[in-house]
């Protein structure tokens, strides 16, 4: 199958969990009387991230620190390419760091910036993964290739075995692989998988073409140019390892561990067993939900749960809805499935695979 063939349907219920989880949270807006779009502290710390990268980069090509000084501040830029993506493009991309639709843009935006197309991202994310989490040959994140078996209907292949060892090398690879081939994959075959993409207008196009000369030229001709051509590629992995380190394993950590579901299509209908909301409690995970310095790190993508759920709430109100999630979780009898540290999920993330590996 291929196309809109692929895509399964959700079955429509009367009395929806979707309808009430909906009703319970914007019952707590409208009890505090705020918005659901960010605050000041969103926009102070996009402030913050953006300046931090523009500030560092800046360093490195102009002042050209020690060798030390230079690759530790390689790894922070790379840090900080992770989490101008996970607390400002993320939010932005959604609509939800803003109340002002010009803000949300420019925020969403600030993928580009980092080298990334926004087009390409909103297809693969906003549309897909979000509506088909989990589900194999639709969602596009748990598709890495033949090196890793994901899912339980994926083809398991004799070197899936040492998968649980060899991912964290294949997870550094994200930025660069996503900057250098996926995009490029996806315009010029205009799929993402088997999914076609949206007609692309003549801005899209052009967009796209500008964003690749922009990185090309500030990523790479003018590092080369001004600290030569070793000292730019030694920089350029560090930073491009780190946060494809970084943005790989915050997304699996969130869908690739143990509880989480993979569904399958009832056929000949094309239908999913459960309705979105209890889908999407299903395939999805949260972690770390108790740490102020991770929720603020990953732009509260530890709150994975909520966040599919309410895409369009900004998250940082994700710590309070969580609990009327939970609640309703348990009236439903559906498991809530949370991971107390980053430490614990990694480890189940770890477990996940090796099972993959393993002969059924």
Known sequence: MSGTSLIPKFPSTNNSLH????????????????STAGNMSLFTKAILLVSFFVIVYLHLLSFTPVWYFAIAECV????????????????????SFSKYKW???????????????????????????????????VDDDIEIGFLMRMAPTQKRLWMHRFQHFYFAFLYMLLYVFWIFFTDYQKYFTQRIGEMPLKKMTLKDHLAFWMIKIYHGFVFIVLPIILVGWLHWLIGFL?????????????????????????PVAIMPANKLPDEFAEHQIKTTANFATRSKL?????????FQIEHHLFPKISHVHYPAISNIVRAVCGEYKLQYIEYPTVRKAIRAHVRFLRQMGKYN
């Open 294 to 302: 991770v929720s603020w790190l990953v732009g509260g993508l530890n």
């Open 238 to 262: 560090t930073f491009s390892l780190v946060a494809g380190f970084i943005l790989s394993i915050v997304f699996q950590l969130a869908h690739t561990v143990e509880g989480t579901a993979f």
């Open 76 to 95: 922070l830029l790379g840090c900080s390419i992770a989490a101008i993506g996970f607390n400002v493009m993320h939010d932005g991309s959604h609509g």
């Open 103 to 137: 803000k949300n843009k420019l925020a969403a935006y600030s993928v580009n910036m980092l080298g990334a197309n926004h087009f390409m991202w909103n297809m693969k994310h906003n549309m897909i993964h979000h509506s088909f989490t989990n589900i194999d040959g």
């Open 19 to 34: 309808n009430e989880l909906r009703k319970r949270v914007q019952e707590y807006f409208d009890t505090k009387g705020i």
